[in-house]
């Protein structure tokens, strides 16, 4: 049984930081893409960014890039999202996914349904 949770969320000052932390566990986590998604009150859920099972290739959803960065550590069984220079419309819940696919290498434009194992959400609250 794969079992990811999210934790780091909070509220924080528009321009601010914050960084969001998912940790997996239940099967072999290196060798899986890792994806970041959030969703806003009465929204769908979106695409935030994504990495490679190796970290090698990354990805984000244009209004993120230059302000997130998705990292991974193997070792421990973690993905990060660093937020940076946050705004108000990047309040959302915040999850991440596992790929359902090994030593993949999924965009933006890879359909959220092959994203198979989801954790239970992170909210991030960005305030004026």
């Known amino acids: 049984q794969v079992q990811l949770v999210e934790s780091g969320g909070g509220l924080v000052q528009a321009g601010g930081s914050l960084r969001l932390s998912c940790a997996a566990s239940?099967?072999?986590?290196?060798?899986?893409?890792m994806g970041w998604f959030r969703q806003a009150p009465g929204m769908q859920r979106e695409f935030v960014a994504v990495?490679?099972?190796?970290?090698?290739?990354?990805d984000y959803v244009d209004s993120v890039k230059g302000r997130f960065t998705i990292s991974r550590d193997n070792a421990k069984s973690t993905v990060y999202l660093q937020m940076n220079s946050v705004k108000l419309e990047d309040t959302a819940v915040y999850f991440c996914?596992?790929?359902?696919?090994?030593?993949?290498?999924?965009?933006?434009?890879?359909?959220?349904?092959?994203?198979?194992?989801w954790g239970q959400g992170t909210q991030v609250t960005v305030s004026s």
């Open positions: 239940g099967r072999t986590f290196s060798i899986y893409a």
């Open positions: 990495i490679s099972w190796n970290g090698a290739y990354t």
């Open positions: 996914a596992s790929h359902s696919t090994p030593w993949s290498a999924p965009s933006a434009g890879t359909p959220i349904s092959e994203y198979h194992h």
